[in-house]
């Protein structure tokens, strides 16, 4: 890949962020993030989950306000707080879900809300004359009439490139846009990205795949707990490095780890596959043993503990608790037998929001606690109690309902909920996803509290301290295969983030 | 060429295609069914529905519902009638009855658009309110003929060569709001907030506005359909409107307004009423007892969604560059 060229002493930024803080409730998401950006590159914006690169986007596209902190466009200062001003300023947002509209014509997509107007009226044959200028400017041949459903998530991105291109933006921010993509699509969003460098954009480019920056942009910045932690020149860095800055902290005393001595084998996999999502997977999980399960978001993770759990059903391949089958498919019978899975997305999959916390930690017991078809509120409470206190839960009363508690304390609450069927193994999908320091000790304190008393634990995270500070053994997923597997005391992030993005093949 | 092939594949068209079979069907088992008569009473049966599913099929495409209509075209109905037999003559009637219509609008949009209450328990909720105290105004009584104002009158009785004056006025409406919905970017936007909420957001669409204008709008145009149903029944009660709510939802979903928003024209709502009426005049014709009519519609209902979800997931599977997506 060719250099810019772009000397930073030589031209002026189109776009300087200086010092800008923002901070939600009390969780500081950014602070004193700064970054400069020119005309004519491709920046990479690189950093963890959590690290403050989606909080810094959503600023750029009006959506937050920064506490402090000054960001100028061209020498002047740029409007924050408003997605319209951030549009009518030349800053274009392409999100890794592109937000189209799915029963609009592409061409009304690209032109939402500027439609060209004659005479007063919505002047539909221009705008899609327009349009198809715009797509084929972008050497894509899409056609302007159709509706926008059903379209790929790679041609969704060419559509909302051809509407940032329509509204005139200089400054283009594509969040992790090959997230979805195939490795065909990928070129093509390249050369796009090419494209728009050529004819004098600033393109913002988030991508976890280092492998992807060093082939596309020319300069990166290491995003970090809320700060950038540095800004170089892709020539004059190595991915080694890059992930040096990315990780850079301390596993510190947030991981309360207790050694165990592993038991028999609780739950065994066996080349499971599923097509589209995972291929091949195989593993055995003993009892009192944590296996954490690393890789990108969109690696097949999930999709591999839900299979296993039967959530989803698979194509291929077996799943063995205790030496017996488990039949695919069917999370009821996964439930009698032993297992038990505390979802990633707790709103949607883990709890019933609007009900009680007694009712929601005793929902998996249903059957146990009632006399006749009719449910006992006592037994119910009773159960909800137990486990409220094991967990340090912080409620008025169990009576509550669970939508008015914190993040923290209903994640302890779905813990609650399966901890109570006493499982043999406990399938946790981010469980300190979006939760305080606090809160976050005491769940891994509880994991590994069980796990000594011999459950089985499989956890899959983003967060790669927790992979390395909780689990016994580490498996890292990489589009939709385990690619590698450490024991804890050879687990190091530089091998985990290596074996996750790829960069570990080429070495 | 291309208008043709649209016309073609346009979503009316079967609903069209099924009025034309019910007409049809009916007129070879009842011979002599369709008759300038029939016509006619299509024709009025249609206006009132047609007009209230114009400003219906405004909310619905922005994936909201508004149920009050029932109970304000009712009460904007007997207003007329009250202000005329108390001597205020039309004028002073139609400002009460659009007024009355566009108080509830904006109530309704309010709560919706600036406060995000769900429409479809805000609009329930106004339609309790409004039909409670048109009753305690009414305290029973009735507008009789007499109480009718004369040019009201006169428009539910004459036609303009053989079509009622009242039709006209519903499809006038129906043209005009399908021109706007179709060529504004106002009317646009309703269909991208329909389409995508969280997008039109950030698309910079003043989404909040105008939810709030289109549920003014849809009251205002209530409030106009008010003098219509005076003018169709040549009079007024308390009972005025009851249920119409639910008639006129159900002819934008027959029609091919997408209950979940984004799709639909009002020309497809029209053609719903059409269809809707029809049926009611076929089961009369044939002598089958009325409240069949009722489990037809409900079918339709069912037919409707069912075909809006079939031609939504056909479209999924064929993709323009034939790469995955889930």
């Known amino acids: ?292 399960i690393a890789g990108l978001v969109g690696s097949g993770r999930s999709e591999v503990v839900r299979a296993v759990f039967g959530v989803d059903s698979y194509d291929q391949g077996s799943v063995t608790l205790l030496g017996q089958r488990v039949p695919k498919a069917s999370p009821s019978k996964s439930m009698s037998r032993g297992m038990a899975l505390v979802p990633e997305d707790r709103r949607q999959q883990g709890l019933f929001m609007p009900t009680s916390i007694a009712r929601n930690s005793a929902v998996t017991l249903l059957k146990k606690l009632s006399r006749g078809i009719f449910l006992s509120g006592k037994n119910e409470s009773k159960v909800a109690d137990k486990w409220g206190k094991v967990l340090q839960l912080k409620s008025a009363s169990l009576l509550d309902p669970v939508e008015r508690l914190s993040g923290g304390n209903q994640q302890k609450v779905v813990l609650a909920k399966w901890l109570a069927t006493e499982p043999k193994l406990l399938i946790v999908d981010e469980p300190t996803r979006g939760i305080d320091v606090g809160t976050k000790a005491e769940v891994h304190r509880l994991l590994s509290e069980k796990a000594k008393e011999g459950m089985a634990v499989v956890m899959v995270s983003s967060e790669l301290p927790e992979v390395l500070g909780m689990s016994d053994r580490v498996l890292v997923m990489r589009e939709g295969r385990l690619v590698g597997s450490f024991e804890r005391s050879e687990a190091t992030p530089e091998k985990v983030i290596g074996a996750a993005t790829g960069a570990m093949n080429k070495a | 060429m291309r208008s043709l092939k649209n016309l073609v594949r346009a979503r009316e068209l079967p609903v069209f295609a099924a009025f034309l079979i019910v007409m049809g069907g009916t007129s070879l088992a009842v011979p002599h069914f369709f008759s300038g008569k029939v016509a006619i009473d299509l024709f009025l049966g249609v206006a009132v529905i047609a007009i209230l599913a114009v400003g219906q099929t405004f909310v619905i495409v922005m994936r909201h519902i508004d149920l009050s209509v029932g109970s304000t075209v009712g009460f904007s109905a007997f207003l007329i009638g009250d202000a005329y037999s108390k001597g205020m003559g039309l004028g002073t009637g139609m400002f009460l009855a659009i007024g009355l219509g566009l108080l509830v609008g904006a109530m309704n949009g309010f709560l919706v658009a600036y406060l995000k209450l769900p429409s479809l328990v805000v609009t329930l909720a106004s339609l309790y309110i409004v039909r409670g105290i048109f009753n305690e105004f009414a305290t029973g009584q009735t507008i009789i003929e007499s109480e009718v104002p004369p040019a009201i009158n006169w428009l539910g009785l004459n036609r303009f060569f053989g079509i009622p004056y009242l039709f006209l006025i519903g499809f006038a409406l129906v043209i005009i709001a399908g021109f706007v919905m179709k060529r504004s970017r106002a009317g646009r936007d309703l269909y991208a907030i329909g389409s995508n909420p969280q997008a039109a957001e950030l698309a910079g669409i003043p989404v909040a506005r105008r939810v709030f204008f289109a549920f003014v709008a849809t009251g205002g145009i209530t409030g106009l359909a008010g003098a219509v149903l005076l003018g169709r029944f040549n009079s007024a009660n308390p009972n005025s409107g009851l249920g119409l709510e639910l008639l006129v939802v159900a002819a934008c979903v027959v029609g091919g307004v997408t209950i979940a928003g984004g799709a639909g024209t009002v020309y497809g709502a029209f053609i719903g009423a059409i269809l809707l009426q029809g049926i009611t005049l076929s089961i009369g014709a044939l002598g089958i007892p009325q409240f069949w009519q009722q489990a037809v519609n409900g079918s339709l209902i069912i037919g409707a969604i069912a075909l809006d979800r079939y031609l939504s997931t056909r479209v999924k599977t064929t993709t323009i560059m034939g790469s995955k997506n889930e």
């Open chain 1, 1 to 292: 890949m060719l250099q810019s060229g772009r000397n930073e002493a030589g031209a002026t930024p189109m776009l300087t962020i200086s010092n800008v803080s923002k901070s939600f409730g009390g969780v500081r998401a950014l602070v004193d993030a700064s970054l400069d950006l020119y005309a004519g590159e491709v920046h990479a914006l690189l950093g963890e989950n959590g690290a403050g690169k989606s909080t810094l986007l959503k600023t750029l596209a009006g959506v937050h306000t920064a506490d402090s902190g000054v960001i100028k466009l061209n020498g002047q200062e740029f409007k924050q707080g408003s997605t319209k001003a951030s549009i009518e300023q030349g800053v274009a947002v392409i999100y890794q879900e592109p937000s189209l509209f799915p029963d609009l014509t592409l061409a009304e997509n690209v032109f939402i809300g500027r439609q060209p107007i004659k005479s007063g009226l919505v002047d539909w044959h221009t705008m899609e004359v327009e349009s198809k200028k715009l797509f084929e400017g972008l050497g894509i041949n899409l056609n302007p009439t159709a509706k926008a459903r059903g379209l790929s998530i790679a041609d969704q991105q060419i559509v909302e490139i051809a509407k940032a291109l329509s509204t005139e933006a200089q400054v283009i921010v594509m969040d992790e846009p090959t997230a979805a993509l195939s490795a065909k699509e990928v070129d093509r969003l390249f050369e796009v990205a090419n494209r728009l460098r050529e004819t004098g954009h600033a393109v913002v480019f988030v991508s976890h795949r280092l492998d992807e920056v060093f082939a596309l942009c020319q300069r990166m910045t290491v995003m970090r707990d809320g700060s950038t932690v540095g800004t170089q020149l892709i020539a004059d860095t190595s991915e080694a490095q890059v992930i040096q800055l990315m990780v850079g902290r301390e596993v510190a005393e947030l991981f309360p780890k207790l050694d165990v001595q592993p038991g028999e084998i609780v739950l065994k996999v066996e080349n499971l596959s599923s097509d589209g999502n995972f291929q091949g997977v195989s593993f055995e999980v003993r009892a009192g043993e944590i296996l954490g």
